[in-house]
Nanobody, 122 residues
Framework: QVQLVESGGGVVQAGGTLRLSCAAS????????MGWFRQAPGKEREFVAR????????VYADSVKGRFTISRDNAKNTVYLQMNSLKPEDTAVYYC???????????????WGQGTQVTVSS
């Protein structure tokens, strides 16, 4: 099974930018659809963005559309989430996930990273 490790989280002011990375080991990422999810305290894990295995198709939650960009570099076995114009409501632990089908549901993903904290101050 693929192992995932996220990095790039931190504390940023509203309007700032962060770039999250998700590095894979154990299996090649090119076989997987990849997703980013987030979970704020007291809330359920929610879908943020997903990308097809080839990288051609991307889908975003309405709350991040136009501000976040998901991408992948299969040669580096890494997936990215570029986050611009960050808002305090983007504060959460961000997780990357690997799955075999195209989905926005957490239960459809079979491998998860440990998460990276993103905090946006107002």
């Amino acid at each position: 099974q693929v192992q995932l490790v996220e990095s790039g989280g931190g504390v940023v002011q509203a309007g700032g930018t962060l770039r999250l990375s998700c590095a894979a080991s154990g299996r090649t990422l090119s076989n997987y659809r990849m997703g980013w999810f987030r979970q704020a305290p007291g809330k359920e894990r929610e879908f943020v963005a997903r990308i097809s295995a080839s990288g051609v198709i991307t889908v975003y939650a309405d709350s991040v559309k136009g501000r976040f960009t998901i991408s992948r570099d299969n040669a580096k076995n890494t997936v990215y989430l570029q986050m611009n114009s960050l808002k305090p409501e983007d504060t959460a632990v961000y997780y990357c996930a690997a799955g075999r089908i195209s989905s926005t549901k957490p239960e459809d993903y079979e491998a998860w990273g440990q998460g990276t904290q993103v905090t946006v101050s107002s």
